[in-house]
């Protein structure tokens, strides 16, 4: 509990920022689909310090919404400072509801906020950490139809390793589905582990249209997660998360590609779409 605690501290002291992590091709390292927020601090001789232990207290306690919504709030933030910048955030399973505080009161400062600037909801993308499982499907489905029908693109990370059921995936109907890094990491070990990523990739492309290979931090990982067909790649070796915002050092023309990429490559289902994308 301590830990929780130290880390909402943290969090609304401002002790806390973003690292930036680029989602790329394989190959072209320069074509950014977005950039992933991922939370860290200062440790006490001036290193980063990823904060996944205090955010698993959270998840313990059943508290992390509290956090979620404040790392929510700040990636809004960014994406109003830069009308070209395409950014994704995680959340827990466990806040996939919109009555986290009675019926219809869970999210209700977001839902209204993305109403107002429907072109910022449509460059967030809510990414769906998977590290626990849904306390609730029927409130994370319709959690999930309400940010969509904003414009909002849904990404579900862990692929391969997660809580949800194939099923449920399938219902939720990701426009990204994120293969969990180890799979990567392990696939040297043996024949059958290198075989496994081809087949992780066929499944998660009969969930959606875009796939990305998390792990990649190797050449030879890159040359891997190439052969096997994949579209986009996250890792080390083309891009380690950093204090720097890429976005903001492309020139306009690159910005304006970059955008439709972001949105051709991330294009709702007919039936989910409620807007169209910006231009």
């Known amino acids: 509990m301590e830990e929780a605690a130290v880390l909402l501290s943290r969090v609304r002291r401002g002790a806390t920022f973003f690292t930036w992590r680029p989602v790329s091709r394989p190959d072209d390292g320069c074509a950014i689909l977005y950039y992933e927020a991922a939370l860290r601090r200062v440790g006490d001789t001036g290193e980063q310090i990823d904060c996944a232990d205090g955010y698993a207290a959270l998840e313990r306690l059943g508290l992390a919404?509290?956090?979620?919504?404040?790392m929510i709030e700040d990636?809004?933030?960014?994406?109003?400072?830069?009308?070209?910048?395409?950014?994704?955030v995680a959340i827990s399973a466990q806040s996939l509801s919109l009555n986290l505080h009675g019926e219809?009161?869970?999210w209700t400062g977001l839902m209204d906020r993305l109403k107002r600037d429907p072109r910022l909801a449509r460059r967030l993308v809510m990414e769906i950490g998977d590290n626990s499982a849904m306390p609730c499907f029927r409130?994370?489905?319709?959690?999930?139809?309400a940010l969509r029908a904003l414009?909002?693109?849904?990404?579900?990370?862990?692929?391969?390793?997660?809580?949800?059921?194939?099923?449920?995936?399938?219902?939720?109907?990701?426009?990204?589905?994120?293969?969990?890094?180890?799979?990567?990491h392990t696939a040297y070990e043996s024949e059958r582990n290198r075989l496994r990523i081809g087949h992780l990739l066929g499944l998660a492309r009969t969930i959606s249209p875009t796939v990305i290979v998390d792990g990649v931090e190797s050449p030879w990982h890159l040359h891997l997660a190439a052969e096997e067909g994949a579209e986009w790649v996250a890792g080390s070796h083309l891009g380690r998360p950093s204090l720097r915002r890429g976005?903001?050092?492309?020139?306009?023309?690159?910005?304006?590609?970059?955008?439709a990429a972001f949105n051709s490559a991330l294009h709702q289902r007919p039936s989910a779409r409620a807007h169209s994308f910006p231009r």
């Open 104 to 106: 219809g009161a869970g």
């Open 139 to 145: 409130d994370a489905l319709a959690f999930v139809r």
């Open 151 to 184: 414009g909002v693109r849904i990404s579900v990370a862990r692929f391969g390793s997660g809580h949800a059921s194939i099923g449920q995936l399938m219902a939720l109907s990701p426009e990204v589905v994120k293969l969990d890094s180890p799979f990567m």
């Open 75 to 88: 990636v809004a933030r960014e994406l109003e400072s830069d009308p070209a910048a395409c950014l994704s």
């Open 247 to 259: 976005w903001l050092n492309s020139e306009y023309g690159d910005s304006v590609a970059a955008l």
């Open 65 to 70: 919404h509290l956090l979620d919504r404040l």
